[in-house]
């Protein structure tokens, strides 16, 4: 142990290393396809690698579904939505859901462990945000599937019947709870895909189903690419489709399921205000613009990524944001000291750098935290854009990396204007003392979410969801039984 005496003491000062051990957890070298039950070999023969983004490293190979297997998926959703599941009563049902969140709190550390390691989230994130809260999501609606006569009285609320449902690699085991514990409380079957990149706490989420003794084909998880995606919306027997991801992908979706029947939801990418007035508590207010966009590498759609200062307190709320983020530790997703992870994929890492180079050739101003990054592994240090413009691209576009444009502003109009001038609107934060000033905003803002002196809160009873191009439909809360419903 160095002594305090000299000033090397505070000035370069570490944390020891605190990595989160590797030694409970259980990987196969190999993964199939958890198709009616059971984890079956997939028809294509195909397998691909997933890797760690933190060391390069192979961590497991999984199956890739080609249309045969989607089908045999589809195939045993649906026969187990005619014969088991739509005839059990809501109370059965409820038990079932309520037994997967409590298996998901019993291994939450392993969930947790393999999250960080798939995906290169920080453990601190995936041990306090993303394992307790897919976890809260079964329960609550565990609780809702009796009740749904009670949630729309008088409506006869009925089930669709198989739900495909195909999510992204940012919130891997979140994504999968956001989708299949409502699908489930309102007695429909599931199809889930988990991307890519992400593919392992799904995968985990199977053998957890099937250890719950959820009746074979009421959840099939099959893994793939963008091919497997488009052949879950595009089978006939899907009644329901639910998807988050790109806007890109959003919009061929909804023209593949045009003149169907299909019922959609679609929660895309989002370009966050989040608005910082001088009345602010301004030390509170740096943190959530640090939560809100570097934490988890920025790797969030309702990412606080646009910064609006109102210009008589821009100094100083910079100068603090500087500060912070000279302190901000980047590296090992393990390690729970670590507040920035790895970047989940070499070519999300390359798009986040040739955005940052754009903002550079734009004009706008670029710091950068002088921390050092792993040299192995996919990192970014975080990055703010001073001087940035409505116009810039690193402004208009998403980006979904630790990469903040900040603007500044005068008046509430101006910053209103502003913050809506986009084409997203999923979530927006507003930092004041007044509430007056927070009931203004909150009804203007073009927002699904609009947080207020906080950022990235999270809650099962909460819907969640977007305007314009950040998509349509709500998950979370009573709001988010309704797309697995008709009336
Ligand atoms: P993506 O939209 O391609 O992937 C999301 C999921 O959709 C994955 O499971 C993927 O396999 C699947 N998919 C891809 N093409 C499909 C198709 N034609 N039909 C059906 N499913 C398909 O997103 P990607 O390429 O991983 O990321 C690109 C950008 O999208 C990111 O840089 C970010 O800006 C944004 N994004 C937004 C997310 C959000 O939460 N709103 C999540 C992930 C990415
Ligand atoms: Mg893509």
Not at 91 to 119: C, D, H, P, T, W
């Amino acid at each position: 142990m160095k002594e305090a005496t000299s000033n090397e003491f505070f000035t370069d000062w570490k944390y020891a290393p605190a990595p989160e051990s590797t030694d409970h957890i259980k990987l196969n070298k190999q993964y199939d396809l958890f198709i009616n039950g059971k984890f079956v070999k997939p028809t294509s023969k195909k397998y691909f690698d997933t890797i760690n983004p933190a060391t390069e490293q192979k961590l497991a190979e999984v199956a890739e579904a080609n249309e045969k297997d989607v089908d045999l998926a589809v195939t045993s959703a649906k026969n187990a939505y005619d014969k088991v599941w739509k005839k059990m009563p809501a109370k059965e049902r409820s038990k079932y859901i309520f037994r997967i969140a409590r298996l998901m709190q019993e291994r939450a550390r392993e969930f947790a462990v393999i999250e960080s390691m798939n995906g290169g989230k920080p453990i601190r994130e995936s041990r306090d945000v993303d394992t307790p809260l897919a976890a809260n999501h079964f329960f609550y609606y565990a609780g809702w599937a009796d009740k749904l006569d009670y949630a729309f009285p008088n409506k006869k609320p009925q089930s669709l019947g198989v739900a495909g449902q195909i999510i992204p690699w940012n919130f891997p085991l979140l994504m999968a709870a956001w989708k299949i514990a409502p699908a489930l409380a309102t007695g429909n079957t599931v199809v889930l895909k988990p991307a890519e990149t992400t593919p392992l706490t799904a995968l985990k989420l199977a053998e957890l189903i099937r250890d719950s003794g959820l009746p074979d084909g009421v959840v099939n998880i099959i893994t793939g690419f963008g091919k497997t995606g488009a052949a879950i919306v595009n089978h006939p027997k899907i009644n329901k489709v639910a998807f988050t991801g790109s806007t890109d992908v959003g919009k061929l979706i909804q023209k593949s399921i045009a003149g169907t029947n299909k019922k959609v939801t679609l929660e895309l990418g989002g370009k966050a205000a989040n608005i910082i007035f001088d009345d602010a508590p301004i030390d509170q207010a740096v943190e959530g613009i640090i939560n809100g966009i570097f934490f988890n590498q920025g790797h969030v759609c309702c990412a606080g990524s646009r910064l609006f200062i109102q210009e008589n307190v821009a100094d100083i709320v910079i100068g603090k944001l500087k500060q912070r983020l000279e302190t901000l530790i980047v590296g090992d997703p393990l390690d729970k000291n670590t507040d920035i992870g790895a970047i989940n994929s070499k070519e999300q890492l390359t798009k986040i750098n040739d955005f940052i180079k754009i903002g550079i050739d734009e004009g706008a101003e670029m710091y950068q935290s002088s921390c050092s990054i792993p040299s192995k592994g996919f990192f970014c240090k975080p990055t703010l854009f001073l001087h940035t413009s409505q116009s810039h691209r690193i402004v208009q576009e998403e980006i979904f990396g630790p990469v903040l444009a900040i603007q500044t502003f005068r008046t509430v109009e101006e910053v209103i204007e502003k913050a809506n001038n986009i084409p997203y609107g999923l979530s927006a934060g507003v930092w004041t003392d007044k509430g007056s000033k927070i009931f203004n905003l909150t009804s203007k803002l073009r927002a699904g979410v609009v947080w207020a002196n906080t950022y990235n809160k999270f809650d099962p009873a909460s819907p969640f969801g977007g305007y314009k191009e950040s998509g349509f439909g709500r998950e979370g809360g009573l709001h988010g039984l309704m797309p697995y419903l008709s009336f």
